[in-house]
């Protein structure tokens, strides 16, 4: 299984960015799957995650501005990001776990700067 990242890129503080999240060699309707950010410096924060029934779950620093969807159709979660702000800058990874494996995408870079 391969997680793809995309959709990230420069963008001035305010405006908006969709991520999408795309799995091959595997369906991701049975998993939930999870939006990590790493900031220069920082530790790995979990951003936003998913449960295979839609159930979604939010950091607190992105409640409000941030949203998880996924289509099991095209096996893809999205995560459209709105009023980012310039803490917002990091590499954003897609992530989900099946029997005792660690599945990570490649990561997306998203930096918010006027």
């Known amino acids: 299984v391969q997680l793809q990242a995309s959709g990230g890129g420069l963008v001035q503080p305010g405006e908006s960015l969709r991520l999408a999240c795309l799995a091959s060699?595997?369906?991701?309707?049975?998993?939930?799957i999870r939006w990590f950010r790493q900031a220069p410096g920082k530790v790995r924060e979990g951003v936003a995650c998913?449960?295979?029934?839609?159930?979604?779950e939010y950091a607190d620093s992105v409640k409000g501005r941030f949203a998880i969807s996924r289509d099991n159709a095209k096996d893809t979660v999205y995560l459209q990001m709105n009023s980012l702000k310039p803490e917002g800058t990091a590499i954003y990874y897609c992530?989900?776990?099946?029997?005792?494996?660690?599945?990570w995408g490649q990561g997306t870079q998203v930096t918010v700067s006027s």
């Open positions: 992530y989900f776990y099946h029997n005792g494996t660690n599945y």
């Open positions: 060699g595997s369906a991701l309707d049975l998993y939930t």
């Open positions: 998913i449960s295979f029934d839609n159930h979604t």
